[in-house]
């Protein structure tokens, strides 16, 4: 690993020369703020040789315009304020060097996740804080320094989480390229939604027909590592060196198991199977479907009545022939070292039980439509006959009711789930091929017939006599005695009510994102949108990429869609990984620290506080040696630095400084100057920004990429300069991107929380707050908290405030 | 040795070990369980050889104890079986000789005498263990112990041993001593169809209503053995008929011991053999046993040749004690001489069966036993 | 439900005589003759060609309650005894079923040689770390620091690990269980009655009315949940690792090995040299 | 996977569920507790009575949640419970 060498400061050509764009992102900025006014103001400020504003500033034409101009303008510096660095600096950073001016010199302010879409309906207070946006990002702009990047290897091995078709595919791409692949589902099979349902629109293909030799495929490639009922539970690193440990749970039964299934016939233990939704029963020794990968049996501790070690009954074990059940496996955990990870968690379907007024799981004959696709599934609890719950007898008047859990503010989700309206239109012709003279009614919002060969698919479906009804059912009741149901409610083309009769009513239930998505975000460190899906980096240009480097998307974890989407995205997602892999290197951001030996003092407090071990102190020669491709660019060093021998590029203490002044230089007693790490916090307030969330105008965000890199110097600074209050946010305890970096953080604040208090400060003033990238409500709850606070503050405690930390004001 | 897997037969000129263990083959022995130990091991080492040649077994154990535990099962498990030792692994098989007369197991254990006590002169003559034969193990019971005086009786008392283990259930002990062992003598051996062979009684009721300690009018309980079917229990501790423990009723007890003890003495004018030389006139009378004898009857021989009236009584079965026979002769001479090879043991059965003629006790110990002057000396005495 | 006294369905393999044995209350003698005779029942065993042999002590007594041809012998002397027995007709079964003490102790050098000599006996071992026929001494599987009736200061001696002991000596099946894993250790018992050679099981069997009494164990209940704590099964692990401490009980099978008997060996040879012998004749 | 569960099986009644017959031989129990305590199911409960032996046997609580893994009868060391399938079931029903 090569060593840093020392910093031998670049002497700059000639004075800054500042270009600032400001962008109106169509009316997403400019509907709340007078971009005009920022432009204007920002060509007063220092060192800045041209402003001005555009609708689209990331458009070709906008960054055609920033290269013209810096060859024009001899620009040396520049500034975009628009939406979040997270989205669009790598744009910015290409056109800059495209232009030939080093990619480091540009620098960003988040006017539209910050501001415009926080501060809806204040464009004046939304005026003022972008130009304190912009402000800051010239003051550091000025200070910008080129930078080269470092390369790190790329382990050429990949992870990919959950074995749906998605995942399926993308771990076949992978492993077909040659990549060594690591495939994780937390069911005892691969398979999910897919090999769940009965037939594929628009072709009518039996679906497990055709998935299952992929599921098998991946059983048997040599390439891919199977690890079935087992759960991501830990990752470290990053791009291109992810370490990975996987909770591999228990099978109780081992390799040798040959699913003769001869266990499950003498196991006493009868349970609804999961995989049926509950309508075909099995063992607690079971496989959940005849076409399951792994074949390998397994069981359910929770219902077998071994427990504790007793083996209470042993029936299962004594038909086993192979010998194959162990009542102690415990759980393992694997390590993987991969190089790049692909997210294909999949999606859970709308549970209607929360919508009263269809009865769900009260009427028996009121079913959804993925207990429909197990019901006419011939491997299903009926065999494929369409039997309905009551009475088991098969059902002549069948209704479908559409957008359940979908595009409702009141109901459920406000999105449209993509496959509901084709997932019924095929269902009803299904019943029509078995049952033809069955009437069916199909109660719709729009039928959204928009793929290839839908439409067709949809003609089809009305020529063989399916009744589409315009208007969703307002309820349905059930007739005590036979157990029918009536549907009442609008025609909205007629305008008319209806009140129909059917035998049995299916409920085109919605996708929701998956209930542990959560988790799996705060293990990768992901963004995801209002509605749970996983955040793409750019929703056009990077669809299936994570603004995670090395992470990537396929299936409905990233959104709702169809098979045949699904297998697309994984394809993408594998391709997009595969060429990150076959470079075998990646170049990381020229974050790394900046040492000064003449100051240095050979403390070791860096060596200390650094996750990575990439200091190492030479006693001899009183100085550091950083290691720069172990280094993962926190900055903790250079913030726990009592000398200032160290620093962190592009994120220097000058330039830190510099922002503060620039915030603090006016009004500083109304503001809260923030500061956010990349990963959490500062994407968690882009996520209240996406979100909407509104929340007072009187904070400055101020990034790090962790806030481990928050020396005390700058918060000290902050009051230094008279401000109201500080915020010091980064992730939560244990989810720190960089290991347990921001335990140093929680160290300094509550240093100065007890030097607050013995002068007499009030500790109010100064905020920790842990947000996860998921927390935007959170992070704008603290913000509307904070408000009181700042409001509070008495002149007389910014005095106080100023004395007491005046000796921050001393730059060394 | 010429004719494998025949019986040996006709005149062969072997030493008294051998002969032992060829009586054994020829009694019907077909397992064979011991321990290396002087000067018994020649049995053992010949067995090793001859066993295999007739489907029997021979295994070496770890010890005594487990040698004669092992006979004992071979005895349960349907085979005539026995042992060989001499003085110390004797002490150890007490304790299972007292196993096998509490659950009747027919076997035989041959004990070589050599000097005691413990380890003592493992290359020299003794007769130091008769009365451990008799009292050895803890608790009453009943033995039968044998004493052969020549390598010709080494087989013929061997053979006999079997015949009495296998009729009266109970472990029989052939007490030859070093010299008997390791003297070579010219042994005739009768055809195979000659040599009687007797065998354990069997149950001839169903077997429900077994009860394998359930004894005959002779006082023995027919005898089934492990894999005949009958599920039968037999245990070292205190039983009834069914072998069931009865380890608290005095009754059981009373029953079981006096039966143990009965069937042996109740029996003893069937089991008792003496050779009586010259005793129709005699004043004096040399009782002996084992090697002893022959220098007894040398002495005898030559005090008649010097005028003296005097006659020999060989005892063969040391136990049961033969009391009738020399209380008989008792009466009717003028005082007994009795030599043995130890301080004197079985002299005090003589004396008590003598009543009040007067028994001249001569004790031998160690290298040389008795000559026949040394004896001629003492009948000289006691005229 | 229903109230009965109708027959239990082992009841065929028991002497009905001898019911209900001598057991305390919660003794764990009692499972281990009733995995004993499942097993028996499992496999359908020829009773007839099966003998059962005891030693001296509390389980001694097991042969006395099999419905077999059955032996108890002196104290420590079963093995020997039993050896007796298969070398005279190998056909039997025979199965010893004897304590620690008597197996280990008095009985310790009969052991390590059958062992040795791989004699075709199946052993089974109720292991309840004293002398409980006699009120509770210690002896050779008492545990350190373990109160008994002749260690009232704590037991000072290191105990045999039994596995151990029977892997080295040679046994070609050895496992341990505790008298919880009853189908654990049916299972075992089965396997090593349908195996060739010396098998070795131990059964750690709960003595509550004398061992437990004097370590703070007074019910049957306290020390099977010693057991349920304090076991894990790790199968074909290295028996020499297996030590019992109160906080561990390793269990599980830690040898299974094929290796031809003593008696067939034995049985071969005789065979040879008389096929020999016969062509000598000739 | 997380869809709440609403409808009973279809094929519940498919296959069919033995019904347990508990025997207890009272008066051979000693009172361990070992069937009471390891019962999967909890079956049992210590009784009032005293039986031959002056402890209190077992009683059986609810025999329909006897699912017939019959460890009782295994871990009993005194043989005095067994469980058996109860035969009459169908005739009862018909």
Redesign the interface.
């Known amino acids: 690993m090569a060593e840093k060498k020392e910093y031998e400061p670049k002497p700059i050509a000639e004075e800054p020369r500042i270009g600032v764009y400001v962008c109106h992102c169509g009316l997403n900025i400019a509907g709340s703020v007078d971009c005009g006014e920022v432009s204007k103001f920002a060509a007063t400020l220092p060192h800045v040789v041209l402003a001005q504003d555009n609708r689209y500033t990331c458009s070709d034409q906008g960054q055609e315009g920033i290269k013209k101009d810096i060859k024009e303008h001899k620009l040396n510096r520049v500034v975009v304020a628009s939406c979040s660095p997270r989205l669009h600096e790598p744009t910015f950073r290409k056109a800059c060097e495209d232009a030939g001016l080093n990619k480091y010199l540009f620098e960003m302010a988040n006017i539209r996740e910050h501001c415009s879409w926080v501060h809806l309906y204040d464009r004046q207070a939304a005026t003022e804080k972008a130009k304190d946006l912009v402000k800051m990002a010239v003051a550091k702009a000025a200070l910008l320094e080129p930078a080269e990047e470092a390369e790190v290897p790329i382990t050429r091995r990949a992870l990919v989480i959950g074995g749906g078709v998605a995942g399926i595919q993308a771990a076949l791409d992978l492993a077909d390229t040659g990549y060594q692949v690591y495939l994780v589902e937390k069911e005892p099979s691969i398979g999910g939604m897919m090999a769940r349902i009965d037939k594929t629109f628009p072709t009518m293909d039996c679906s497990i027909c055709i998935l299952a030799p992929k599921m098998s495929d991946v059983g048997h490639h040599q390439g891919i590592e199977l690890l079935t009922n087992s759960e991501v539970s830990e990752v470290k690193g990053y791009i291109g060196n992810f370490s990975i440990k996987v909770l591999r749970k228990p099978r109780y039964v081992t390799k040798d198991c040959s699913a003769c299934g001869e266990c499950a016939k003498v196991c006493p233990i009868v349970a609804p199977n999961e995989f049926d939704v509950g309508l075909a029963i099995r063992h607690a020794i079971y496989s959940p479907f005849a076409q399951a990968v792994p074949a390998t049996y397994i069981i359910d501790m929770n219902l077998c009545l071994n427990k504790?070690?007793?083996?209470?009954?042993?029936k299962c074990?004594?038909a086993c022939e192979r010998k194959a059940i162990q009542?102690?496996m415990k759980p393992e955990t694997a390590e993987l070292e991969v190089g790049t990870i692909i997210v294909a968690t999949g999606a859970d379907v709308f549970d209607p039980s929360v919508l009263p007024n269809y009865g769900y799981g009260k009427l028996p004959n009121v079913i959804t439509s993925l207990e429909f696709e197990r019901l006419i599934n011939a491997g299903g609890p009926s065999h494929g006959h369409l039997l309905r719950p009551s009475d088991m007898q098969i059902p002549k008047r069948v209704a479908f009711v559409q957008c359940v859990g979908s595009r409702s503010d009141r109901q459920g989700r406000l999105y449209c789930s993509n496959v509901c309206c084709m997932n019924t239109i095929k269902d009803s012709l299904l019943i029509k091929e078995h049952w033809p003279d069955t009437e069916i009614y199909v109660f719709y919002v729009d039928i959204r017939a928009y793929g290839k060969g839908f439409e067709d698919l949809y003609k089809r479906a009305r020529k063989a006599g399916v009744k589409f009804i315009r208007g969703l059912p307002s309820e349905i009741r059930e007739d005590k005695r036979t157990h029918n149901l009536w549907l009442t409610g609008e025609n909205t083309l007629q305008s008319e009510l209806y009140r129909i009769n059917v035998d049995m009513a299916i409920l085109s239930v919605g996708l929701e994102s998956r209930k542990d998505s959560e988790m799996i975000q705060r293990l990768l460190t992901l963004s995801r949108n209002q509605d749970g899906f996983f955040l793409e980096a750019h929703p056009k240009l990077r669809p299936v990429d994570a603004a995670t480097g090395g992470i990537f998307f396929a299936g409905c974890a990233e959104g709702p869609k169809d098979i045949k989407d699904s297998v697309t995205q994984a394809s993408a997602a594998a391709a997009r990984a595969g060429i990150l892999m076959a470079k075998g290197k990646v170049t990381v951001e020229a974050i790394t620290p900046i040492a000064f030996p003449d100051k240095c003092k050979a403390c070791g407090l860096c060596v200390k506080v650094c996750p990575y071990n990439a200091i190492t102190l030479d006693k001899a020669n009183k100085r550091i040696n950083v290691v720069e491709a172990a280094c993962g660019g926190c900055g903790t060093c250079a913030a726990e630095c009592p000398f200032g021998a160290l620093t962190q590029s592009h994120f220097t203490d000058e330039q830190i400084i510099s922002q503060i002044d620039a915030v603090t230089e006016h009004d500083a007693d109304k503001k809260i100057i923030a500061f956010c790490c990349n990963w959490c916090s500062y994407a968690g307030a882009d996520l209240a920004g996406v979100s909407r969330m509104q929340y007072p105008p009187n904070i400055r965000i101020i990034r790090t990429m962790c806030s481990g890199r928050v020396a005390q110097k700058f918060v000290e600074r902050a009051f230094a300069r008279g401000a109201a209050a500080v915020m010091v946010t980064g992730c939560h305890l244990g989810d720190c991107h960089y290991i347990n970096a921001n335990y140093q953080t929680q160290k300094r604040v509550e240093k100065l929380w007890k030097k607050m208090e013995e002068n007499g400060l009030r500790r109010e003033r100064l905020q920790l707050l842990w947000a996860s990238a998921a927390e935007g409500e959170r992070f704008a709850n603290k913000v509307r908290e904070m408000k009181p606070v700042v409001e509070s503050v008495t002149p007389e405690e910014i005095e106080k405030a100023k004395k007491v930390f005046e000796k921050a004001l001393r730059v060394d | 040795m010429s004719g494998?897997?025949a019986l040996l037969t006709g005149a062969h000129f072997l030493n008294g070990d051998v002969a032992c263990a060829e009586g054994a083959i020829a009694a019907g022995c077909?397992?064979f369980?011991g321990y290396p130990i002087t000067p018994a091991t020649e049995i053992a080492e010949h067995l090793s050889q001859r066993m295999?040649?007739f489907?029997g077994?021979y295994?070496q154990?770890?010890?005594e104890?487990?040698?004669m535990?092992?006979?004992?099962?071979?005895?349960?498990?349907?085979?005539k079986?026995m042992t060989a030792t001499s003085g110390p692994g004797f002490s150890l098989m007490q304790?299972?000789i007292?196993?096998a007369v509490m659950?009747e197991a027919p076997c035989v254990v041959v004990d070589i005498m050599r000097g005691g006590p413990s380890t003592g002169q493992p290359t020299l003559p003794g007769q130091q263990d008769v009365m451990q034969a008799k009292y050895g193990s803890h608790g009453d019971y009943g033995i039968i112990a044998l004493s052969p005086c020549s390598v010709q009786e080494m087989f013929n008392l061997t053979v006999e041993a079997f015949n009495l283990s296998e009729t009266y259930r109970l472990p029989v002990l052939l007490m030859g001593d070093e010299i008997v062992g390791h003297m070579w003598e010219k042994v005739v051996i009768p055809p195979a169809d000659q040599i009687k062979r007797v065998n354990r009684k069997k149950p001839n009721v169903p077997r429900e209503q077994y009860a394998p300690f359930m004894p005959d009018d002779d006082l023995v309980p027919p005898m089934a053995c492990?894999?005949?079917?009958?599920?039968?229990?037999?245990?070292?501790?205190t039983h009834d008929e069914?072998g069931?423990?009865r380890t608290s009723s005095s009754a059981a007890q009373t029953k079981l011991v006096r039966r143990l003890c009965e069937k042996i003495n109740g029996n003893a004018d069937k089991i008792v053999k003496v050779e009586q030389v010259m005793l129709d006139d005699a004043d004096i009378v040399v009782v002996a046993y084992g090697i002893v004898a022959r220098a007894a009857l040398s002495a005898v021989r030559k005090a008649r040749a010097a005028g003296i009236k005097a006659g020999l009584l060989r005892l063969i079965t040391l136990w049961p004690f033969p009391e009738k026979q020399v209380a008989t002769i008792a009466k009717n001479v003028k005082g007994i001489v009795m030599p043995e090879m130890n301080c004197g043991q079985l002299v005090r059965e003589v004396e008590r069966a003598a009543k009040q003629t007067p028994v001249a006790f001569l004790s031998k110990l160690g290298e040389d036993p008795h000559t026949p002057m040394e004896i001629l000396e003492v009948i000289r005495r006691s005229c | 439900?229903?109230?009965?006294?109708?027959q239990?369905?082992?009841?065929k393999y028991?002497?009905s005589?001898?019911?209900?044995?001598i057991?305390?209350?919660?003794?764990?003698?009692?499972?281990v003759?009733?995995?004993f005779v499942?097993a028996l029942d499992e496999l359908q065993t020829d009773?007839?060609?099966l003998?059962v042999?005891s030693g001296i002590g509390c389980i001694g007594?097991t042969?006395?309650y099999t419905?077999?041809?059955?032996?108890?012998?002196?104290h420590g002397?079963a093995l020997?005894?039993?050896?007796?027995?298969?070398?005279?007709?190998p056909?039997?079964e025979v199965v010893v079923v004897s304590g620690d003490g008597d197996l280990f102790a008095i009985g310790g050098?009969?052991f390590i040689?059958a062992a040795r000599r791989n004699m075709g006996i199946k052993v089974i071992c109720a292991n309840n770390f004293n002398y409980g026929m006699t009120g509770g001494q210690q002896g050779p599987t008492t545990p350190l620091e373990s109160l008994t009736t002749t260690s009232p200061y704590g037991n000072i001696e290191h105990p045999f690990n039994l596995v151990h002991l029977a892997a080295a000596s040679g046994a070609v099946y050895v496992a341990r269980w505790t008298?919880?894993?009853?189908?654990?250790l049916?299972?075992s018992i089965k396997k090593a009655l349908q195996k060739e050679g010396f098998c070795f099981i131990e059964v750690i069997t709960p003595c509550p009315e004398i061992f437990g009494r004097y370590n703070k164990m007074r019910?049957?209940?306290e020390m099977?949940d010693w057991f349920?704590r304090a076991?894990?099964?790790e199968s074909f692990s290295d028996p020499a690792k297996a030590e019992i401490t109160p906080n561990r009980i390793v269990v599980g099978e830690f040898v299974d090995i094929e290796k031809l008997s003593y008696e067939k060996l034995?049985h071969e040879?005789?065979s040879q040299?008389?096929e020999k012998?016969m062509e000598?004749?000739k | 996977m997380p869809e709440r569960i609403k409808h009973a099986p279809l094929d519940g009644k498919t296959i069919r569920q033995p019904k347990a017959?508990?025997?207890?031989?009272?008066?051979?129990c000693?009172?361990?507790?070992?069937c009471i305590?390891?019962c999967p199911k909890k079956v049992f409960e210590e009784s009032n009575e005293i039986n031959a032996?002056g402890?209190r046997p077992p009683k059986?609580i609810d025999?329909s949640k006897c699912l017939l893994c019959s460890?009782c009868?295994?871990?009993?060391?005194?043989?005095?419970i067994?469980v058996?399938e109860r035969k009459n079931e169908e005739k009862n029903k018909t």
């Open positions: 504790e070690g007793v083996v209470a009954c042993d074990m004594k009542y102690e | 494998k897997r077909r397992f369980a295999p040649e489907g077994i295994i154990m770890e010890d104890i487990a040698s535990a092992a006979v004992i099962g071979a005895s349960y498990a349907g085979l079986a304790e299972n007292g196993l659950t492990f894999g005949e079917g009958y599920h039968f229990h037999a245990s070292g501790l069914n069931y423990p | 439900m229903v109230e009965t006294v109708v239990h369905p082992f009841w028991l002497r005589a001898m019911i209900p044995h057991w305390c209350p919660g003794c764990g003698n009692g499972i003759l009733n995995c499942h009773l007839d060609k003998v042999v007594r042969a006395g419905n077999t041809d059955s032996f108890h012998t002196t002397r020997a005894f039993a050896s007796g027995v298969k070398l005279a007709n056909d039997l050098n009969h040689h008298a919880l894993h009853v189908r654990r049916t299972q019910s049957g209940l099977m349920k076991s894990s099964v034995l040879k005789i040299i008389n012998a000598k004749v | 017959e508990i025997h207890l031989i009272k008066d051979q000693k009172g361990c507790g070992y305590e390891f032996r402890v059986i025999e460890f009868t295994a871990v009993c060391p005194d043989f005095a067994y058996v």
